[in-house]
């Protein structure tokens, strides 16, 4: 099994994703890039210095359903008559068919003022633009395999950036496709997002993301190739340093919540006052994360008060 990074631009703040090419029958590649020009000319070009084509490719297997990760998946499929894979939970994601319905009532509760929530669906639906839909995804489960003629991967669920995140081991070397969950200079953002099981609660990405974090630890992985930037290669300092700043975190949270309490809104404007634009919404995925959290380690309290939830020290 060849492997192959070929760095593709995006027109994110993230810079270029890393997508793989696996030389192995069926040449398959691990996501696709966003939806874009200057990325589909990237992807072009990467291929042909390896010898193939955009028609070449057999299989896609998307990491998760963010756009720079599977925009271009549909131009792929369409040239090549490729199968896409994703996992189960991040499937409905990548349809366009998503009713948003279910994020304005979860950032209603978050206490986001009406107008915030109006900028935040234009903004979604932006970043929307930068992906091609997918009429078609074969699932992928926890533990599942991906086969090749001469070896396997094996799927790893690691929710927490996102419902339905997977990694890819390679279980030989234990070399693992780690995309957004395990980044070298990256903290990934716990995206808000509805439940896959019951949309109408909120998915716990914090803690999710944490135990994904062990049980990567669990594989004693040799080297992870992350969706953004260079591998990692040593996994042991990664994960204490993760958990370090988790920890760092939350302390801070702790300690800017005011007496009488305080939505996650109001909590996010204090934890990034800077925040402006579509960090604002990262910034809100990111407090609300911590919020949860807190209150399964008994940190802290929610009560509903209306439509809005108020944390609040115990």
Same mark, same amino acid.
């Given at each position: 099994?060849?492997?192959?990074?070929?760095s593709v631009p995006?027109?994110?703040y993230?810079?270029p994703?890393?997508?793989y090419l696996?030389?192995?029958?069926?040449?398959?590649?691990?996501?696709?890039?966003?939806r874009?020009?200057?990325?589909l000319?990237?992807?072009?070009?990467?291929?042909k210095?390896?010898?193939?084509k955009?028609?070449?490719?057999?299989?896609?297997i998307?990491?998760?359903a963010?756009?720079?990760?599977?925009? %271009? @998946? =549909?131009?792929?499929?369409?040239?090549s008559?490729?199968?896409?894979?994703i *996992?189960?939970? /991040?499937?409905?994601?990548?349809?366009?068919?998503t009713?948003?319905?279910?994020?304005?009532?979860?950032l209603?509760a978050?206490?986001v003022?009406?107008?915030?929530?109006?900028?935040?669906?234009?903004g979604?639906?932006?970043?929307?633009?930068?992906?091609?839909?997918l009429?078609?995804?074969?699932?992928?489960?926890d533990d599942?395999?991906?086969?090749?003629?001469h070896?396997?991967?094996?799927?790893?669920h690691?929710?927490?950036h996102?419902?339905?995140?997977?990694?890819?081991?390679?279980?030989?070397?234990?070399?693992?496709?780690?995309?957004d969950t395990?980044?070298?200079?990256?903290?990934?953002?716990?995206v808000?997002s509805?439940?896959?099981?019951?949309?109408k609660?909120r998915f716990?990405?914090l803690g999710e993301?944490?135990?994904? %974090? @062990? =049980?990567?630890?669990?594989?004693a992985?040799?080297v992870?190739?992350g969706? *953004?930037?260079? /591998?990692?290669?040593?996994?042991?300092?990664?994960?204490?340093?993760?958990?370090?700043f988790t920890?760092?975190?939350?302390?801070k949270?702790?300690?800017?919540?005011?007496k009488?309490?305080?939505?996650?809104?109001?909590?996010?404007?204090?934890?990034?006052p800077?925040?402006?634009?579509?960090?604002?919404?990262?910034?809100?995925?990111?407090?609300?994360?911590?919020?949860?959290?807190?209150?399964a380690?008994?940190?802290l309290?929610?009560?509903?008060?209306?439509?809005?939830?108020?944390?609040?020290?115990?």
């Amino acid at each position: 099994m060849k492997i192959h990074r070929i760095s593709v631009p995006t027109p994110f703040y993230v810079g270029p994703v890393n997508v793989y090419l696996i030389e192995e029958d069926p040449l398959t590649l691990i996501d696709a890039g966003p939806r874009d020009d200057a990325s589909l000319e990237a992807l072009r070009s990467g291929l042909k210095k390896l010898g193939y084509k955009l028609s070449d490719i057999k299989r896609i297997i998307i990491s998760h359903a963010h756009a720079d990760h599977y925009g %271009l @998946a =549909r131009v792929i499929v369409e040239e090549s008559g490729a199968t896409a894979y994703i *996992h189960e939970w /991040d499937a409905p994601a990548v349809s366009g068919g998503t009713d948003y319905s279910a994020y304005r009532e979860l950032l209603t509760a978050a206490g986001v003022p009406r107008e915030a929530i109006d900028r935040m669906e234009a903004g979604y639906e932006k970043f929307q633009g930068f992906a091609y839909p997918l009429d078609h995804v074969e699932t992928l489960k926890d533990d599942g395999e991906v086969l090749f003629e001469h070896e396997s991967l094996s799927v790893v669920h690691t929710p927490g950036h996102t419902p339905g995140s997977i990694c890819l081991v390679r279980n030989s070397n234990r070399l693992v496709f780690a995309s957004d969950t395990v980044l070298k200079t990256i903290t990934p953002n716990p995206v808000l997002s509805p439940d896959p099981i019951n949309a109408k609660r909120r998915f716990q990405s914090l803690g999710e993301y944490l135990v994904s %974090l @062990a =049980r990567i630890r669990a594989l004693a992985p040799t080297v992870l190739k992350g969706g *953004h930037g260079d /591998d990692v290669t040593d996994y042991d300092e990664h994960f204490h340093r993760m958990y370090r700043f988790t920890n760092a975190r939350q302390s801070k949270l702790l300690t800017l919540l005011p007496k009488n309490g305080a939505t996650a809104w109001e909590t996010s404007t204090l934890m990034f006052p800077d925040a402006g634009g579509y960090h604002r919404f990262l910034a809100l995925s990111e407090t609300v994360a911590h919020l949860d959290y807190a209150v399964a380690e008994n940190k802290l309290a929610v009560e509903r008060k209306g439509e809005q939830e108020v944390y609040h020290v115990p």
